[in-house]
């Protein structure tokens, strides 16, 4: 298990951006899949971006695909989001999560595809 820490949340006006990042307690070889979901005020949680560290592949939500970027500081033990051109509809909490099995393009931005998962950090974007 890994204990997975949120920060970077804020309010912003919208066309803004935010760097949301999650410091693990340890970045071992052992988590394959990493990702970043959010949930709205009485919406689901989804998917908003993956990375299989493996092959440093990446997935994206269509609704943020060209305004968010997914990386990892593997200097720092981080995980970040760099969040462009925030939209009012972005507007949710958003939860870091990771799983010790590979994902792909179908699991990526799947919920049940992640064992552990952080507390969230709140992003609010006014119009």
């Known amino acids: 298990q890994v204990q997975l820490v949120e920060s970077g949340g804020g309010s912003v006006q919208a066309g803004g951006s935010l760097r949301l990042s999650c410091a693990a307690s340890?970045?071992?070889?052992?988590?394959?899949?990493m990702g970043w979901f959010r949930q709205a005020s009485g919406q689901e949680r989804e998917g908003v971006a993956a990375l299989y560290t493996a092959a440093s592949s990446t997935y994206y939500a269509a609704s943020v695909w060209g305004r968010f970027t997914i990386s990892k500081d593997h200097a720092k033990n981080t995980l970040a989001l760099q969040m462009n051109s925030l939209e009012p509809a972005d507007t949710a909490m958003y939860y870091c999560?990771?799983?010790?099995?590979?994902?792909?393009?179908?699991?990526?931005?799947?919920?049940?595809?992640?064992?552990?998962w952080g507390q969230g950090t709140q992003v609010t974007v006014s119009s």
């Open positions: 999560a990771a799983s010790w099995k590979s994902c792909g393009s179908i699991s990526a931005l799947r919920r049940w595809s992640y064992s552990d």
């Open positions: 340890s970045f071992t070889a052992a988590i394959k899949c």
